[in-house]
């Protein structure tokens, strides 16, 4: 479990920092924070460990400001993430302690006394012990997707996960369609967690998303909404998958796989919300689409029309695509396309001359558009 330089900035009580060196480390790994004071007038051997964070008023240094360069150079050669400094003896620093940390990329910051060591401490610990305990819960659910745990197993965790209810519940899934940041994603989960509404059975991070289990067979989308907006979430940053209703805990793992898979057919059909109930053929997709059967029919059915277009120039695919898009309307698709209609026309057979399908015009649309859904499906568009 680690958080980076930056994203430990992001912290309400880092945010007063002054970065005076090494700007270009903010990506470095922290697992630890601990203090350097006394121990910088003693031999530094074995007493920092890599990708430990140091803080430190440089006392053991203030009457001999060499020493400064010194155990800069050792911290960052024993792997240290990084130096704040609080400023009760050092307003600055050597210029040469400044030119090393730029070289090596090794922040260092100052911070004014109104801020406590210990309440630096105790933050970061508090986050990396709440990543932790989301990364446990992470490994479960992973586990409990992949198989790995008996209907008994699956039940625990099902209670674990929600207080020990026995009412009826629906899984959410909320996909980001960008990354966010370990401290970001904290603040999230946190939020859903103090909100107070009774409808929240949990909340935990997975992967690139969040699960929310609210209970009770009158979820509405609104229920989701509301509670996004009033921990500050914006909706539209997101890709929801929705569960149908389940009463019992032997169902959470469909439960699970049905808002996640829910959340890959939004994605894949361009919207922002979709409900297993009606993701229609794609419930049929979710158990082959890892399989090289669903390659090998993109291969088949998909690879002809780009390879066509890199040899001669034309839109085939971006035309079949659109085609299939506005459910074979040819003249839907030409207005999309900014086409004339004969043009698409064109297109489309030539596209059927190319696949195969001259003498089998009633199942080409129908196999084009299996294709294209099992494409979406395997190449997300976020």
Known sequence: MYITVGEMLELE???????????????????KISLLDYEIVKPLESQFLPYEFSLSSLLGAKNNPELILMSVKYLFESGVSGLAIKNIYYDELPEEVIEYADEHEFPIFLFDNS??????????????????????RERKLDSLMEGDLSEKECEKLYNELSNYTDQG??????????????????KIIEGFRHRKVSTILSVTLYHRGIIVVYKGESFKLTNLVNDCYYIGLVFDDYIVGISGYSEESKQFKDACKQSIWSAKVAMAERKGVMAYEDIGVYKLLEPIIHLPLADQYIEEMLMPLKVYDADHGTELFQTAEVFIQYDGQIVQAAKALCQHSNTIRYRINKIKQLLGFEEREGTFFEHLSLAFRVYRIKAPLF
Do not use: P, Q, W
Request: hydrophobic share 35%; charged share 40%.
């Open 13 to 31: 009580r880092f945010k007063t920092f002054k970065c005076i060196a090494g700007r270009g480390g903010f990506k470095r790994r922290v697992e």
């Open 115 to 136: 801020v406590f060591f210990e309440d630096l401490i105790t933050d970061v610990r508090d986050v990396l012990r709440d990543i932790e305990r989301n990364r446990d």
């Open 169 to 186: 519940y629906i899984v959410t899934h909320l996909m980001n369609k960008k990354d966010i940041s370990h401290i970001d994603n904290m």
